[in-house]
């Protein structure tokens, strides 16, 4: 998926240039330690997955990176800066994105009053003309209040973000989540070509193989820890893929 020409695209980092170090971390819900001493890296440019189980700690990881949840212990570095303490809003404002499980939109709100918010400021043109570039059908739903879309038309309209926002680092939860095969393929074709802008992506997926097929690093997590680092290829091939994920059970933490 090629982006318009009017774009802003960021410079593409075939350097080895990391976006995310998260070193050591350890957070979770009051007293309740979901992820321990858990460490990972995003490289620019690509598609980085975590697989696990249900319960294995990867949206606690999601919310951590983000600044949604207090880090006890460890450091989370974006862009080369520690945020550990920043604040959410300035994590977002240097080039962070979101894409939360449960889709992540203003169901109250219009389609075009939420790309307008996505857009955070920018020209509401561009950004309506950015999103049906990626999402055509979103063009045709303008005018219509987000909650009454279907759920692959909400889930579309809470991916543009990735392209309004132009981002350097996008977090994705579990965007295929409960949606039709030919819309996964959609999503999916929509995150494998995010790179191409620039856009670094940090994925967790039902759909390991989907997930895998288009990552160029993997991690499997398992009770709040990480079971396995490596290639995307590597997971897919030999007994790798039986023996961490679909061999993982279902953990809770």
Known sequence: MSAPASAELHTSSATGELVLEVEGLTTGYGRTVVVR??????????VTAVLGPNGAGKTTLLRAV?????????RVRLFGEDVTKV?????????????????????????????????????ESRAI????????ILRDRLGQTAGTLSGGQQQMLAMASAYVRNPR???????????????????????AGLPERGSSILLVDQFAPRALAIASTAYVMRRGEIAFSGT????????????YVQGSGSDTT
Do not use: Y
């Open 129 to 136: 003309e950015l999103a049906a570039s990626a999402f055509p």
């Open 169 to 191: 680092l996008v977090l994705v939860d579990e965007a295929s989540l409960g949606l039709a095969p030919i819309v996964v393929d959609e999503i999916f074709a929509f995150l």
């Open 232 to 243: 995307g290829k590597e997971l897919l091939e030999g007994d790798l893929f039986s023996q």
């Open 66 to 74: 983000c600044g949604l949840l207090p880090v006890s212990k460890g």
């Open 37 to 46: 001493d858990l460490s990972l890296s995003v490289p620019a440019g690509g």
């Open 87 to 123: 604040a959410p809003f300035q994590r977002f404002a240097r080039g962070l994105c979101h894409v939360p499980e449960g889709r992540g939109i203003f169901r109250g709100l219009t389609v075009r009053e939420n790309l307008k918010l996505q857009a955070g400021g920018r020209d």
